[in-house]
């Protein structure tokens, strides 16, 4: 099973009430930031350079939870930064798994290891270790030796501990994807309940020449969709056919809203036209249309995950929800 069925209950519950409300434009998953200070400096990096003014600023504990009523999303991301450096950490995951909620805990790994006497095992909770390819390719990217084999442990005594761990990994440019199938390779030996892959974000603050066109990502995708069956891949199947060329998907901006200490990012993870105060305001302020249109120029070559994996969602029919179901099992 590459996800818990109650994560599906979670979202079908959710997705049906939305529908008999007769609401149209509602997000699936939340992008918490509490912060965004880091113990690394990767190159692909956005959030680092965008907030280096603003790093030592955390959102407070009531705020986050705030944030989470707002979106209402039945699953939480926590991201950062490095979220493993939020003061209130263990409180935020707590009080959202007494919540109902499912979270997924993006981490660079270096804390992870010291870091799990803070935290219990619960179904709704996932580690999502960040590793964007084998060893040394790994550490060139954090700009830190000994990083790789530091999250490799972490990720390790996670599995030992009885966590779900899942990892992530940002495809770039440069990456060589013989380099992807060693990483998979040993993540699938070491155990890892699912292997997330997306294209690199095109952040504006970071260099553009890491990252990848839309013919780029297609050539590089078509190789790595056919590991499906090999390894524990957790990338969306119908995301999958869009990132090999073989279906067309407009972007659903406010699917994956993110909230850091600035505020409601607007229009998404990627771009920053603006933070608002509330999730209201960020839903009513924002040209929704004029992103979807696809005609912005920052929009030309994206295809990353946060902005079509909800539109699979959105989209959904009852083909492919057969599909969505059998791939689930299949694992
Ligand atoms: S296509 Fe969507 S997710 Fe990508 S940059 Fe534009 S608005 Fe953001």
Known sequence: MRFPLSLYA????????????????????LMLEPTHRCNLTCSGCG?????????????????????????????????????????????LVEALLARGKHIYFCTNGQLL??????????????????????????DQIIRKPGGFKK?????????KEGFRVSTNTTVYRETDVDDLEILFQELTEAGVDGILVAPGFSYEDVSQEVFLTRQEIMDKFRRIRTWAKRFPIISNPIYLD????????????????????????????????????????LMEKTDWDHYVSGKDPRCAQCMVHCGFEPTVVRRMTGKDLLRMIRWNLDA
């Open 113 to 138: 290891e010291e870091s799990l006497p803070r935290f219990r095992p619960h179904s709704h909770f996932t580690w999502n270790v960040h590793l964007d390819g084998s060893e040394r390719i790994h």
């Open 242 to 281: 869009f990132l090999t060329g073989s279906r067309i998907l407009q972007c659903t901006p406010w699917g994956n809203p993110t909230r850091n200490p600035q505020g409601w990012k607007s229009p998404c993870y990627l771009i920053t036209d603006a933070h608002h105060k509330s999730f209201s305001e």
């Open 10 to 29: 979670s979202m079908t519950r959710y997705l049906l009430g939305k529908k008999l409300r007769g609401e149209e434009q509602f997000p699936l998953v």
């Open 47 to 91: 959030r680092i350079r965008e907030y280096h003014e603003t790093l030592h600023q955390e959102m407070t504990l009531e705020e986050c939870l705030h944030s989470v009523e707002e979106a209402e999303t039945p699953v939480v991301t926590i991201t950062g930064g490095e979220p493993l450096l939020y003061g209130e950490v263990s409180a």
């Open 151 to 159: 999250a490799l442990k972490g990720l390790m005594a996670a599995k």
